[in-house]
Nanobody, 128 residues
Framework: QLQLVESGGGLVQPGGSLRLSCAAS????????IGWFRQAPGKEREAVAC??????????YVVEFVKGRFTISRDNAKNTVYLQMNSLKPEDTGNYFC???????????????????WGKGTLVTVSS
């Protein structure tokens, strides 16, 4: 059974940092495109970042509004994908989800065309 479990969310002050983890079981993360998404209260879910599978070159992509602040990475030994978030702003508040799709190409396609498996999310609150 494929499963994704997010962790690492919490309350942080503006300008602070958090590292979110997406732990996978039932499959190897390096064989899948993995994406991070977020959903702010009252808003639609939006894509944040992704990392391609090993066959896809392990390329990463982050959306423009978090570029330079957020970084996505993968630890194959731990079967986990991370989202490092720095210089957090109140508008970064939301529920953060990770998702996976079995796709051997550049992950950006998966990020916008649909993912197959989803975690339940971890809440990030940026507030003073």
């Amino acid at each position: 059974q494929l499963q994704l479990v997010e962790s690492g969310g919490g309350l942080v002050q503006p300008g602070g940092s958090l590292r979110l983890s997406c732990a996978a079981s039932g499959f190897k993360v390096n064989n899948y495109a993995i994406g991070w998404f977020r959903q702010a209260p009252g808003k639609e879910r939006e894509a944040v970042a992704c990392i391609s599978s090993t066959d896809g070159g392990s390329h990463t992509y982050v959306v423009e509004f978090v570029k330079g602040r957020f970084t996505i990475s993968r630890d194959n030994a731990k079967n986990t994908v991370y989202l490092q978030m720095n210089s957090l702003k109140p508008e970064d508040t939301g529920n953060y989800f990770c998702a996976a799709e079995y796709y051997p190409g550049y992950c950006r396609r998966s990020l916008y065309s649909g993912m197959d498996y989803w975690g339940k999310g971890t809440l990030v609150t940026v507030s003073s």
